[in-house]
């Protein structure tokens, strides 16, 4: 009885592991990487999505780890990367270089 109980617990072990290592997981990114083509800082546009123009973004650069709410004044599609222009509330444009989507 008792190896019984013994090899049910062992049948359940690799279902555990899996459930413990898929909450370790990171999870998935909700900004967009990309850098500004102006400075070449490093930034991300929150949310992670491909805005149109006329939508506010917030523009977070990690040379001086601050967030601003920008204005989208075009995007542009290439092939391997998307260049969004942005205006910030200072009234200054900025073309950021974002991963291709």
């Given amino acids: 009885m008792k190896t019984l109980l013994r090899n049910q ?3 359940r072990l690799p279902a555990v592991i899996a459930l ?3 909450l370790a997981l ?3 990114a909700l900004a967009w990487d990309g ?3 102006d400075s070449a800082d490093l930034v991300e546009i929150i949310p992670d999505a491909l805005p149109n123009k006329g939508d506010t973004v917030d ?3 990690y040379s001086n780890d601050e967030t601003t709410t920008c204005l989208v004044v075009s995007v542009t ?3 391997r ?4 222009v942005v205006r910030t509330p200072d009234g200054e444009a900025h073309t950021l270089v ?3 989507r």
């Avoid at 990367?81 to 969004?84: A, K, Y």
Wanted: net charge positive.
């Fill in 9 to 11: 617990r062992v049948r």
């Fill in 20 to 22: 413990c290592a898929s």
């Fill in 26 to 28: 990171p999870l998935p």
């Fill in 35 to 37: 850098f500004d083509a």
């Fill in 59 to 61: 523009v977070r650069n």
């Fill in 77 to 79: 599609r290439n092939s």
């Fill in 81 to 84: 990367t998307v260049e969004i």
């Fill in 98 to 100: 974002m991963e291709g």
